[in-house]
């Protein structure tokens, strides 16, 4: 009886001396993360890592930028930008030249510039017409690369 009287008070020292360590987030984003949000122990933390794990969020938190995860920035691998970039090379092409067009507001919807940056961003993809559409057979990924490149700086 002492020997196990003994291993919880020990326990107990372990996980008070972890949770005086400080805030730290070892188990990142997810349902666990949130709802385990602000308590640093190490008991908090494995049952948010085991939340998250059990209930696999955290790949749909970040594919969506919810469930306190971020979205990655690299919008080249966006499945919605890839599709619609590939199916609309001409039409894109002729809107980009012109500097105006519906496939420009639907591509600045699709990589979510906000509204008051999207006539900027237009005049800049127009200016650099030649670089992203060098010749005829540019592909998709190239052309979303170089647009990404410009957004960027706007």
């Known amino acids: 009886m002492k020997k196990i009287m003994m291993a919880v008070v020990v326990s107990l020292l372990v996980v008070s001396v972890a949770s005086a360590a400080g805030p730290r987030n070892n188990c990142g984003c997810g ?30 938190g970040i594919t969506s930028g919810t469930l306190g995860c971020e979205r990655p920035q690299a919008w080249v691998e966006n499945e919605k930008l890839n599709k619609f970039v590939s199916e609309n090379m001409d039409t894109l092409a002729v809107d980009i030249a012109s500097g105006k067009g519906e496939s420009l507001d639907t591509l600045a919807e699709i990589i979510q510039v906000p509204a008051d940056r999207r006539e900027k961003l237009y005049s800049a993809l127009q200016s650099n017409f030649d670089n992203i559409y060098p010749s005829a057979k540019v ?11 410009i957004a960027q700086k706007i």
Do not use: R
């Open 139 to 149: 592909t998709h990924e190239q052309v979303i690369k170089k647009i990404a490149v």
């Open 31 to 60: 349902l666990g993360s949130m709802v385990f949000e602000g308590q640093d122990s190490l008991v908090t933390q494995v049952f948010a890592a085991t939340t998250n794990g059990f209930f696999g969020n955290q790949t749909f």
